[in-house]
């Protein structure tokens, strides 16, 4: 039954004109204050109440529901009398009706058949249909909130993601997450949340990469192996040559078989093809390979007081190199910290060649 058939134009008890166009514009106005309830207080069962009034307008008699309560506990599956009461009443507050009582609590309307005049009792719901611009002005509003809240969501789990992949920050990602899902959380929850983990990440990401801001501009194959400063890096290269050739080493510790990122990562995915499947993202520079170091130190029990020493002794390049390579070693480790300690500052640091180490962990690969 369409809107234009079951109401007039014209309210005869009151006058109000009910909007045309379109079918049942009632119930499209309905929906959209149902979208917006909660932003009124009302609960979705007070809601169901409003539906059936509305269902019990009658072709041709306006906006006011002559319906007693009997009627609508049969259509709201016997809902008791006090809950149908209480419900109107909350709906009379948030100004979605008007209660119009008899003398006697009956809901009935009488015409003067003369003049016409109607005095009517009942529920009359037109104050829903003028607010229809409020309601349509809370649910865009509404529809904003939600797209920032799902926008600054997204940005705070990326942020959490990335915290996991660290490993090294204090920061309680499952408890974070958990917040995400109540349902009562509001945008300016989620962007305090936000703001800390990216202060967080961004102080730990800034230090611990040294050479990262070098390495996005400068030509991968001609970086120095940085460690403290540049002094001390000379004096690790040519003391790691010189221990390399009291070893019988092929090659100084500084340096690997490969000369470009390109190489490097190729002699990576082949000799450490287990390492690198963990990646989060490709893998394209010296920088990368960092980030990738630092997140799989963690799973095997690789500190961060390690991962310093590491650098210290062997550069930032040849020390992520070296973690990576210990990830692809790890199944056959019993205890990967103490042998990392061992390679890097115990009795077999001074024979400890990365470039060699991936060299075998090729050869290995190969011969599977």
Known sequence: MSFQRAYPQVNPANGFAVPGGGADPIWSIYRTLRDVASAFGLKPKVMQTLAALLSCLKPGKGTICFASNNELQRRLAGVSDKTIRRHIAELAAAGVLQRHDSPNGKRYSSRDPLSGEVEAYGIDLSPMIQKAPLWESALAELEIEGGRIRHCRTKLLARLARIDAHGDIQIDTDAIRKIL???SVTYQDIEGLLDAA??????VEDSALPSSKTAAT??????PQMSASGGQNDRDHSMSETEDKETDCSQPNGATTSTTVGEVLGKLHRACNDAMRFALEPIGSWQGIHRHAKMLAPMIGIDQSLIEAARMRLGDDQAALSIIAMVQLQPRVRNM????RSLITGRRSKGFNVARLLDKLEMSSMCR
């Open 181 to 183: 899902r109540r349902k």
């Open 218 to 223: 400068a030509d991968p194959s001609e970086q």
């Open 198 to 203: 990216e202060k967080a990440l961004g102080s």
């Open 337 to 340: 910290q103490a042998y990392f």
